[in-house]
């Protein structure tokens, strides 16, 4: 017998569960909008090529590639049939392994993020999209990751990114959307913890002789919340980095946050802690003091929105995909080994589709670990919580009254109230009995004498008060307390 469970990673959302995810997104696309970002969606395949190289070797292999179909499927067939037959010379095999390049059996794969698709979609229709583009998106995406709490093969992705400008008003805004939705979530022990890649490679060129080997060493850096310092010096070590050099590292990164527990939370802390990483690498690195340049403007841009952000400068936030080129963000939670959301610049990626190179940001906030917080959290509201698929259950009398109770229902739909009916005629207690079962508030009922002068007899479920009233008084009694 074929398992009933869903493939490993994947999940089916009940109906308690869907309420819960509308109701986050309808908050996110709420705040989004406010803000003047424009709805978009891409297709949930994308042409192999698209995706390739935008994501580091990690990304790469995490990729759902879809196999092809035809002549190059029925290639492998015949290879690894013949190959278990031996009747074939080795030069016959090769003929035929010729043809089976790599990525020659897939062409197509699942969409990874909404990041290069939105790329290409600016890229493809740069004439029709205004100077200053502003979009959000919030659509499935697909990883060959391995499953965690908080981590899925399939999840959801709210999206929010800005086209066209280089400013660092972008990203303060970014900063500023996403941490309006968290508050209005109920969120108030996040942090955003911001950084810069140029002031990642100043430290890495100040701490690494070796240059082709920082684009590896971010991967390792960007695990360091999850494996600590020893992990990554490991890795570190993999890779054929010198432990010198290594210690050097993760020593800046170590101090830097023992600086930030040892001063109190002045508003303006990050210009002095900034200060003391330019005088660390600033002197060797042009890059570096680029970097560094942006974050104190991104800093002073943050203090002069408000008091109502969570953030602080953090320089050994990574962020692995490799498209990053400016600032970087990252959403934690204390009791959230992953982040609830990400971010950051990627001048370069858009200019990969086509000849203008076209200043980019965006912040991708994560559905499925913002829902497993607020659920073990207990943060949502009570009418989310204990939500029910209606306000009013009408029960079917008898078969002779199914068209008055349908009737009925119609009546108090159309008065604002969601209604439900039981299906059939049945026993008067085990139409009640269901009505607990999902917890509808109200149940009407219309006998022969109800129908026969014109009344509906209702109960409050909760409170157990009856009531029997014409049709009209019946729906705003029960809109009352809906």
Not at 27 to 32: D, F, G, L, N, S
Not at 169 to 187: C, H, K, P, Q, Y
């Amino acid at each position: 017998m074929a398992s009933t469970n869903p493939a490993r990673g994947m999940r089916d959302f009940l109906p308690a569960d869907v309420r819960k995810r509308n109701y986050v997104i309808g908050i996110i696309k709420e705040v989004y909008e406010s803000y003047g970002f424009e709805p978009l969606e891409t297709p949930a395949i994308e042409n192999l090529e698209t995706l390739t190289g935008k994501y580091g070797e990690e990304g790469g292999q995490l990729m759902f590639k879809i196999l092809k179909r035809g002549e190059k499927l029925d290639l492998l067939n015949l290879y690894q049939e013949a190959k278990k037959q031996a009747d074939w010379t080795v030069q016959e095999l090769d003929a035929v392994l010729a043809q089976l390049r790599p990525n020659s059996l897939a062409d197509l794969a699942l969409r990874y993020d909404l990041t290069v698709p939105l790329a290409r979609v600016v890229a493809n229709n740069r004439n029709e999209l205004p100077k200053f583009f502003k979009r959000y998106q919030i659509q499935p995406v697909w990883r060959a990751d391995r499953p965690a709490r908080g981590r899925f093969r399939e999840f959801y992705q709210c999206d929010v990114d800005s086209i066209g400008s280089s400013s660092m008003a972008v990203e303060a805004e970014l900063i500023s959307a996403v941490s309006e939705i968290l508050n209005r979530l109920g969120f108030k022990d996040f942090v955003i913890r911001i950084n810069h890649r140029k002031l990642l490679s100043g430290i890495l060129g100040y701490c690494v002789s070796d240059e082709s080997k920082h684009l590896a060493a971010i991967t390792a850096i960007d695990k360091l919340d999850k494996i600590g310092s020893e992990g990554v010096i490991k890795e570190l070590d993999l890779i054929g980095i010198d432990e010198q050099e290594s210690e050097r590292l993760i020593g800046i990164f170590e101090n830097y946050r023992d600086q930030i527990s040892a001063m109190t939370r002045d508003p303006f802390i990050y210009r002095t802690l900034l200060e003391m990483l330019d005088q660390v690498i600033g002197g060797d690195s042009d890059v570096g003091k680029a970097g560094i340049a942006d974050l104190m403007n991104l800093g002073d841009l943050i203090c002069e929105l408000g008091d109502k952000f969570h953030w602080q400068i953090d320089p050994s936030l990574a962020r692995g995909l490799s498209y990053y080129t400016g600032a970087i963000m990252e959403i934690s939670v204390p009791d959230l080994a992953g982040s609830l959301g990400g971010g950051g610049r990627y001048d370069g990626l858009i200019g990969m589709f086509g000849k203008e190179q076209i200043p980019a940001c965006g912040f991708s906030l994560g559905l499925e670990r913002i829902l497993v917080v607020m659920e073990e959290r207990g943060m949502f509201p009570p009418e989310i919580a204990e939500s029910t698929p209606a306000n009013v259950m009408v029960t079917i009398w008898s078969d002779e009254t199914v068209g008055e109770s349908l009737k009925l229902a119609n009546e108090l739909r159309a008065e604002g109230l969601r209604v439900t009916v039981y299906p059939q005629a049945d026993k008067e207690d085990k139409q009640w009995k269901y009505a607990n079962a999902i917890r509808v508030p109200w149940i009407c009922t219309v006998n022969d004498q109800d129908i026969e002068e014109g009344m509906v007899s209702f109960q409050n479920l909760r409170t157990r008060d009856r009531y029997r009233e014409p049709i009209d008084k019946a729906a705003a009694k029960i809109k009352q307390s809906a």
